[in-house]
């Protein structure tokens, strides 16, 4: 069937993975709404170069009212939504060379709340308005950015919680969106990548975004009998966490 014509949401799609993410449904022929809170210039003219229908909303997900006002503009803008990559997050970079945060013992519970919120809140919320559109359709495709069995860094605590969450997150939801035709997995890049700001020597041992190849856009074609379940973008293609 393919993404060609389909209609998919990238939150986080400004930069790293996400920017990755939008260009790569754009060259398979998607429409693409892109969701950020930071500035979308770069991606916006990625896609329009590539020919690509975007659409950029300028959205901070941890708000129900901005969340659902931008579901009604890309429903409004292409009538429907295909597919939600859930993408957006606060994360970790103390491996290009950053400040790491702050033990659990020592965080501040507004910099959890700002985690938590961002990560597992605008996950709930994306899908939250977002679903009964798909399910009026009785089809779509929901791709959440979580994992579990990460290995335990001190200092990633608040991000790594997040993640399982999301894990969990998506098997429950996956079960009760089944009977209306929509596969939910989770989706780990399944690499350390370094972003745009990586210092230049974590450029150079780290892999770039680039790392995710087609993934994404093969979880967009799943069927439902593999919705609940864990995949990697592990060598860029998609592949079943066992």
Known sequence: MGVAGKVVVVTGGAMA???HVARTFGQAGARVAVVDIAPMAEVEKDLQGMGAEVLTVPTDIREETRVQAMVSQVVQRFGRIDVLVNDAAVVTH????RPRWPR???MEKAFWDQVIDTNLGGTFLCCKHVLPH???QRSGHIINFGQSGRSANIGSGAYGVSRAAIQIF????AEEEREFNICVISFTPGATIA???A??????????????????VEAAELPLEQSGKQFTGQGGRLQLVA
């Open 17 to 19: 993975i996400g920017r």
């Open 94 to 97: 103390f491996q290009e060379g």
């Open 104 to 106: 659990l013992r020592d």
């Open 134 to 136: 798909m399910e009026a």
């Open 170 to 173: 998506s098997q429950y939801l």
């Open 195 to 197: 972003g745009e700001h």
């Open 199 to 216: 210092a230049e020597e974590a450029r150079k041992r780290m892999p770039g975004p680039e790392v995710v190849g087609n993934s994404v």
